[in-house]
Every structure is written in C-alpha cells, then in structure tokens.
T-cell receptor, first 115, second 114 residues
Framework: DVKVTQSSRYLVKRTGEKVFLECVQDMDHENMFWYRQDPGLGLRLIYFSYDVKMKEKGDIPEGYSVSREKKERFSLILESASTNQTSMYLC??????????????FGPGTRLTVT | AQSVTQPDIHITVSEGASLELRCNYSYGATPYLFWYVQSPGQGLQLLLKYFSGDTLVQGIKGFEAEFKRSQSSFNLRKPSVHWSDAAEYFCAVGGDTGGFKTIFGAGTRLFVKA
C-alpha cells in the first residue's frame, strides 16, 4: 500500500521560531509537493520538487523554503514562523506525467499553530 | 489562466438521497481531471480521475463523474449517499501544460442528515 507520512500531526510553535515539516514517501515518486489548506481557499501550492535537489516555487512561496536531499524526503521550512502561517500543511507525491496517471498521493497533514 | 470552480461551499443531503457536486474548470489544453475526498483530520484520497476516453468515469465508494467538454464541467455523482460520505470534496485539474502542477478547487463540504 502506498504511503506518504508527515512527521507531526499537530504542532504548536512561537512566532519567530524556525519550523521544519518533514514528509516521506515510499513509492519512489519523482514529484513531491507542499500545500497549505485554509478554509474557503482549498489547497494552495507552496513548493514542489521534480527531482532530488530540484525545486520550483508554487503560488505562495513567501516565507517558506524547501529541501530535497533524498528522493523519498521533502522538507518544508518556515524560516521565521508568523501567526499568518497557522494552517494545515499537506504533503503529496506523484509519478511523472506520461509514465503513469499522475494523481497525487497525500499525507495526513500537519496542523500548525503559531502563537 | 487555469482555474477550478466549485460553486457550492457546502451541501446537505439526506441519507439515501442522490448527490451531485458541481465542478467547472478553465484549462487551455486537454485537461486531466480529478476528484478527491478528505475526511475530517485526514489527507486527500483520490476518488476518480479522467484523462481520456469514456466521459463517464467510475470511482471508488460508488462515485462517478461525467466530463462534459462543451460545458467545461466534471460533476461528481452518487445515486445513494451514506452517512460515511460526509466529508470535503475537491475537484482538481492538471495536464501537460503548467508542468506538474495541479489546480484544486476550494472544496465542497458535504453534510449527510439521517
């Protein structure tokens, strides 16, 4: 069974802290994504990666960075957490389009609260 | 610009009644279309997808969706709703343009009443 895991289900951090969210997939997928989910706004793409050490900005990259040192792991970093980054964060992975139907597989999410 | 619109923020149906969730998309090329479901506190799970071929696609949990190119729609249907179907549903579009990105709608929350 395919699996995407996220390091924490719930996280509470203080304003100004550096925050790391970890995501691991066991499907050997090339693509990995970080989204944030807010009520009424659906999923908004923060960053994605199509290969190790490769990354592309999504729609809302400000205040975030990412790291992909290994194919199975994709980390989201909040350099200096702010209260407006309180949200649900979802990680996903997918294979390359054309090689297989490239639906995305999602982790359970991390609900981050910044106080 | 690519976009997905789910006109209904929330819908309430009675258990056993039929369901239709609406989705309209804007996409410059042949779209890849998806419906995902998110149960409370969970990540998203794929219900069904359309890439080509038969415009009526079957998914898991008894759901189906119909692609109508002329209306730019991909509505999700289920003939008889169960209480366990209460969740949030997301329509999404992707394709060969825009790279690997998939655009998600804002979601429709389904409430099921006994």
């Amino acid at each position: 069974d395919v699996k995407v895991t996220q390091s924490s289900r719930y996280l509470v951090k203080r304003t100004g802290e550096k925050v790391f969210l970890e995501c691991v997939q066991d499907m050997d997928h090339e693509n990995m994504f970080w989204y944030r989910q807010d009520p009424g706004l659906g999923l908004r793409l923060i960053y994605f990666s199509y290969d190790v050490k490769m990354k592309e900005k999504g729609d809302i990259p400000e205040g975030y960075s990412v790291s992909r040192e290994k194919k199975e792991r994709f980390s989201l970093i909040l350099e200096s957490a702010s209260t407006n980054q309180t949200s649900m964060y979802l990680c996903a992975s997918s294979p390359i389009p054309g090689q297989a139907p490239y639906e995305q597989y999602f982790g359970p999410g991390t609900r981050l609260t910044v106080t | 610009a690519q976009s997905v619109t789910q006109p209904d923020i929330h819908i309430t149906v009675s258990e056993g009644a039929s369901l239709e969730l609406r989705c309209n998309y804007s996409y410059g090329a042949t779209p890849y279309l998806f419906w995902y479901v998110q149960s409370p506190g969970q990540g998203l799970q794929l219900l069904l997808k359309y890439f080509s071929g038969d415009t009526l696609v079957q998914g898991i949990k008894g759901f189906e969706a119909e692609f109508k190119r002329s209306q730019s729609s991909f509505n999700l249907r289920k003939p008889s709703v169960h209480w366990s179907d209460a969740a949030e549903y997301f329509c999404a579009v992707g394709g060969d343009t825009g790279g690997f990105k998939t655009i998600f709608g804002a979601g429709t929350r389904l409430f099921v009443k006994a």
